[in-house]
């Protein structure tokens, strides 16, 4: 998979990849995240990127033309799968959004800023709009590494045990049971009974009825309930 990541501040975007699996799914040649400064696609000498809005009203709006150069520039080269907005009227991102997305080849990822780009942007070079929830940042730079977080683990060969990300929270609409660790007792804080058993059958059932039990204690909604 290849991400090219659109922005005007490209600093944010720098260590969310170059630490830990993300880090290690570039080493393996997995993913490629290529980052694109907005401002190297302006041509006067102020690199002016914003400009106020037509109609009046606060807020700068980030101008088509170098936003057009760019992706211009970046399908001249490669046959791409979607062009994907960050923003917080996109559509809410979920598991299953990053699963389907983990699947694509090529993606462009261009990061909102201010009042937001100028709307033929959005009419014209975009495919899909997301949102990583209802609350306003100050950029789409950090919804832009969560989405490509959720994404890139899921690739295969990413994670070292395949079915890890399969037994994540949200994959079957279930959060995921409770997980413990060595010692098996700490300060009379025990790890449930059954885990220690060695009777996998059983294990498995009971993590099934924690899942259960789970969702519907703190997530009902996943259920169908309220
Ligand atoms: N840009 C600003 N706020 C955002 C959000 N909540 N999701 C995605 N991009 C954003």
Not at 138 to 156: K, T, W, Y
Not at 207 to 221: A, M
Request: proline share 5%.
């Amino acid at each position: 998979m290849r991400i090219d990541i659109i922005t005007v501040v490209p600093d944010i975007l720098t260590s969310p990849f170059e630490v830990s699996i993300l880090k290690r799914a570039i080493e393996k040649g997995l993913v490629e995240i290529h980052l694109h400064n907005l401002r190297d696609y302006v041509t006067d000498n102020y690199k002016q990127i914003d400009d106020y809005q037509f109609g009046g009203g606060a807020g700068m709006v980030m101008m088509i033309e170098p936003i057009d150069k760019c992706i211009a520039n970046l399908k001249s080269q490669r046959d791409y799968d979607d062009v994907i907005y960050m923003t917080p009227d996109g559509a809410r991102f979920d598991q299953k959004t990053a699963n389907a997305i983990s699947l694509k080849e090529n993606l462009i990822i261009l990061c909102g800023h201010y009042k937001g780009v100028d709307q033929r942007v959005r009419d014209h070079f975009i495919t899909k709009e997301i949102s990583i929830g209802d609350y306003v940042l100050s950029g789409g730079e950090l919804a832009a590494a969560i989405v490509c977080d959720a994404v890139i683990r899921l690739i295969p060969g990413v994670l070292g045990n395949e079915t890890s990300a399969l037994t994540d929270s949200f994959q079957d609409d279930l959060l995921a049971p409770p997980v413990y660790t060595r010692p098996a007792d700490y300060k009379g804080w025990k790890v449930p009974e059954v885990l220690t058993s060695g009777n996998f059958p059983k294990i498995e059932t009971w993590r099934e009825d924690q899942s259960y039990e789970r969702t519907k204690k703190l997530r009902p909604d996943l259920l169908g309930e309220e």
